[in-house]
């Protein structure tokens, strides 16, 4: 199947520095990629929908101006963790769809810690 | 909210079959029904998916009922590796995102 890679896999930072994620789709074009949030022991919950040259799509409770979307290639979307702080330490996980739009490949995440 | 419901957790002996049930007893004729699984702390891998009919990959089996209200997904020969959880979603085909709910873990013991 198609690969997805994240950067980086792991991150420390102290709170109230913010932090960049990169979802990288490597062998396919993704107009639309997806965000997600997953806390130890629980499921994975959408964050924000990211399509290619249009301003991500958040779903409810999450905040825009903290939780930073760019999706400016078809290759590459980005979140940027703003002003982070302990609670925002999680398990970010992205998804690209496919072209035709029947499958979702999802990156190997990247585990933020703030500390 | 997910529109499916699937055990807590399950074991199964190393070398047999794992039967992970999944309901979806609201299920659109359009919706399909996808499975992915978690291996800790990695992110979801694609298993399979189907329609309507049963469907078998080099993974898994997937055997959906007639009326479309259920399915389980079959793995014929569990290995430890296949430990995870597994997610049974259901979703229109095109351009969704998945909505997944607490899924099944699986344990697969020696």
């Known amino acids: 199947g198609a690969v997805v890679s994240q950067h980086p896999s792991r991150v420390i930072c102290k709170s109230g520095t913010s932090v960049k994620i990169e979802c990288r789709s490597l062998?396919?074009?993704?107009?639309?990629m997806f965000w997600y949030r997953q806390f130890p022991k629980q499921s994975l919950m959408l964050m924000a929908t990211?399509?290619?040259?249009?301003?991500?799509?958040?779903e409810q409770g999450v905040e825009k101006d903290k939780f930073l979307i760019n999706h400016a290639s078809l290759t590459l979307s980005t979140l940027t963790v703003t002003s982070a702080h302990p609670e925002d330490s999680s398990f970010y996980i992205c998804?690209?769809?496919?072209?035709?739009?029947?499958?979702?490949?999802f990156g190997p995440g990247t585990r933020l810690t703030v500390l | 909210d997910a529109k499916t419901t699937q055990p807590t957790s399950m074991d199964c002996a190393e070398g047999r079959a794992a039967n992970l049930p999944c309901n979806h007893s609201?299920?659109?004729?359009?919706?399909?029904v996808y499975w992915y699984r978690q291996i800790h702390s990695q992110g979801p891998q694609y298993i399979i998916h189907?329609?309507?009919n049963n469907e078998t990959n080099e993974m898994a089996s997937l055997i959906i009922t007639e009326d479309r209200k259920s399915s389980t997904l079959i793995l014929p020969h569990a290995t430890l590796r296949d430990t995870a959880v597994y997610y049974c979603?259901?979703?229109?085909?095109?351009?969704?995102?998945?909505?997944f709910g607490p899924g099944t873990r699986l344990s697969v013991l020696p």
């Open positions: 979603i259901v979703r229109v085909d095109y351009g969704q995102n998945f909505v």
């Open positions: 990211s399509n290619e040259g249009s301003k991500a799509t958040y």
């Open positions: 189907g329609l309507k």
């Open positions: 998804s690209a769809l496919s072209m035709t739009g029947d499958e979702q490949f």
């Open positions: 609201t299920i659109s004729g359009n919706e399909y």
């Open positions: 062998d396919f074009q993704a107009t639309t």
